[in-house]
């Protein structure tokens, strides 16, 4: 599909060399409510290989002025439908994941504490006000985001479930939250980058593993009840 290399704007929707793949991600993943979510994504089962290897380009242009995330969102999912003839389901299965439970002698969990890190809207990345930083300063905590450094992983103002979210992007399968705990902490491990660099899964299991007993909790692995996007039908489309 051409395009005329137009940017991203409120009338048009501009996405250079996509496989369907990721635009099926983007659609109904990141903006699956029409709102971006950095570390929304869904699982895709079924399809034809070009999904993941043929290029797209993608220029639509609506008939009035659109958020970003109906864009990314409603519109991307109508142009697949009606360009790829895209047809899908949901549906569930059992899949390998691990849980986080509270340890026998209970939780050591800091609450969060005003000022340790800084908010901002991620709903539009492409516009993000980013704080000033002075010259020789790092760039400082982001709320809900986990940073590694030299110090060790932290994650400020955070629930169970962004920190299972956020730290499954570590792991070889999915962190499912069982713990039981609400509110809101400042998180901090005890992990290197080497640590988490090992290659091997196992050593990366067992390090995160450790360290999360440290904060009164631990992991274990189990089976859950995933959903799944089933691609029923897709053709590759027409030039325009």
Known sequence: MKGDGLDSSPERLHLPCSTVQTLIQEAYGNFADDRFNAFASVSISGGPDWMNSALYQIDAKAESPQSRGTMN?????????????????????????????????????????????????????????????????SFPLVCGMGRLSDKGYDLPRATMATF?????????????????????????????????????????????????????????????????????????????
Do not use: W
């Not at 519109?75 to 697949?80: G, H, I, P, Q, V």
């Not at 800091?110 to 709903?123: I, N, Q, W």
């Open 73 to 137: 969102g409603s519109m991307l999912r109508a142009l697949l439908a009606d360009r790829f003839k895209l047809r899908t389901h949901r549906d569930l299965r059992d899949t390998k994941v691990y849980v986080l439970t509270v340890a026998k002698n209970g939780p050591k969990l800091r609450p969060y504490k005003e000022g340790t890190c800084v908010a901002l809207d991620m709903s539009d990345p492409d516009h993000l006000t980013l704080p000033k930083v002075e010259p020789g300063q």
């Open 164 to 240: 299972c979210r956020d730290i499954s992007s570590k792991l070889d399968r999915p962190l499912i939250d069982k713990s039981g705990l609400d509110g809101v902490f400042d998180i901090h491990l005890e992990l290197s980058e080497a640590e988490l660099r090992a290659g091997d899964p196992a050593s990366i299991v067992a390090a995160v593993k450790s360290a999360i007993k440290r904060l009164g909790l631990d992991l274990e692995p189990a089976t859950a009840p995933e959903g799944i996007l089933v691609i029923d039908h897709i053709e590759r489309p027409t030039e325009n």
